[in-house]
């Protein structure tokens, strides 16, 4: 699933061990999200929606409209 | 950078390991001086068991008590990984025995193998994501 998290994280000038630090993971799990080698569950997809003030879909994109 | 629940795991993990040393040295001995037979000798034989039987349920609580849900996923990845290598040796070698290609060969290496084998796909997997991404 492709998200924007790498580009939210570098508008703000985050770190990933910063933000891995506000979001209560290690810094292999957003390196993980980043990347799209790993989901989110729903919970951490909304723990990442508020950390960011956005919405979950203004930052991981919808996989079945992305092959429509 | 290791959660505080793989932290927890690694001392309760060091500590039944250095109980099982202990623990299987003194049953060896006992064994020997006394040369027990019947029950003495069950007790004996199924005690050295006991702190890996803990080992297993240390593993166990590892799983439960890590909130990071990523390293949790891993770990799971890493234990199926290892019971597929167990599975596989034992059925290898299972025919192996059966064409009396091999002979007896004692059954506590499962938990051994499984143990290296999911400590190794950890290092792999970890490899694999010091390659990926990079850190920041």
Same mark, same amino acid.
């Given at each position: 699933?492709?998200? @924007?998290?790498? %580009?939210? @994280? ?14 209560? %993971? &290690? @810094?292999?799990? %957003? ?5 799209? @080698? ?6 951490? +997809?909304?723990?990442? &929606?508020? %950390? ?8 991981? &994109?919808?996989? &079945?409209?992305?092959? +429509? | ?5 793989? =932290? ?9 390991? /250095?109980?099982?040393? $202990? ?56 234990? /199926? ?21 091999? $002979? =007896? ?13 999911? $400590? ?13 991404? $990079?850190?920041?």
């Amino acid at each position: 699933m492709n998200n @924007r998290l790498r %580009v939210l @994280r570098a508008e703000r000038k985050w770190s990933q061990q910063h933000l891995a630090e506000l979001l209560e %993971v &290690s @810094r292999q799990s %957003v390196n993980a999200i980043e990347t799209g @080698r790993y989901d989110p569950s729903l919970p951490l +997809a909304f723990k990442i &929606s508020d %950390v960011f003030d956005l919405t979950i879909e203004e930052i991981f &994109s919808n996989p &079945s409209k992305e092959n +429509a | 950078m290791r959660t505080q629940a793989a =932290k927890r795991y690694q001392r309760r993990f060091l500590s039944s390991m /250095l109980a099982y040393v $202990g623990i299987l040295f003194a049953c060896v001995w006992a064994t020997n001086t006394y040369e027990p037979t019947g029950v003495p000798l069950i007790i004996l034989s199924v005690l050295p068991a006991l702190p890996v039987i803990i080992a297993m349920v240390v593993m166990g609580l590892y799983l439960i008590e890590e909130t990071d849900e990523f390293v949790r996923q891993r770990i799971v990845s890493a234990m /199926l990984f290892g019971i597929g290598v167990v599975l596989s040796v034992s059925t290898v070698l299972g025919f192996l025995q059966y064409n009396d290609l091999v $002979g =007896k060969v004692d059954v506590f290496w499962g938990f051994p193998i499984w143990a290296m084998s999911w $400590g190794l796909f950890q290092c792999f997997l970890t490899w694999r994501d010091s390659r990926v991404g $990079g850190g920041e």
